[in-house]
Nanobody, 125 residues
Framework: QVQLVESGGGLVQAGGSLGLSCVGS????????VGWFRQAPGKEREFVAA????????YYADSVKGRFTISRDNTKSTQYLQMNSLKPEDTAVYYC??????????????????WGQGTQVTVSS
């Protein structure tokens, strides 16, 4: 199993940028496809982005494509989410996730086994 801890959330104005990090500990980080989900107040949790174990393939929700970039560094057991051109509708609690035996493209319909505690991102208009 793996334990995940996010950092980097905060308050930013619309149009600004913010970067999130998620450090994994326990099982070898490179075994996992990793990604991000988010949940806004009163809304269901939704997929944001995922990247496969080797970092070659990534997949994004349409709502963030072209604005967000997911990456990972297995030597540091860390994944990242760089968020640019932020909008008020990006306001949510962001969770990093990890799962084995899934591709990045399959992450939106999977039920990841491992979740971080979440970090708040607030975008003001």
């Amino acid at each position: 199993q793996v334990q995940l801890v996010e950092s980097g959330g905060g308050l930013v104005q619309a149009g600004g940028s913010l970067g999130l990090s998620c450090v994994g500990s326990g099982r070898r980080f490179g075994d996992f496809t990793v990604g991000w989900f988010r949940q806004a107040p009163g809304k269901e949790r939704e997929f944001v982005a995922a990247i496969d174990w080797g970092g070659q393939n990534s997949y994004y929700a349409d709502s963030v494509k072209g604005r967000f970039t997911i990456s990972r560094d297995n030597t540091k057991s860390t994944q990242y989410l760089q968020m640019n051109s932020l909008k008020p509708e990006d306001t949510a609690v962001y969770y990093c996730v990890a799962e084995v035996h899934v591709t990045a493209r399959a992450m939106p319909v999977s039920r990841p086994s491992y979740w971080g505690q979440g970090t708040q991102v607030t975008v003001s208009s």
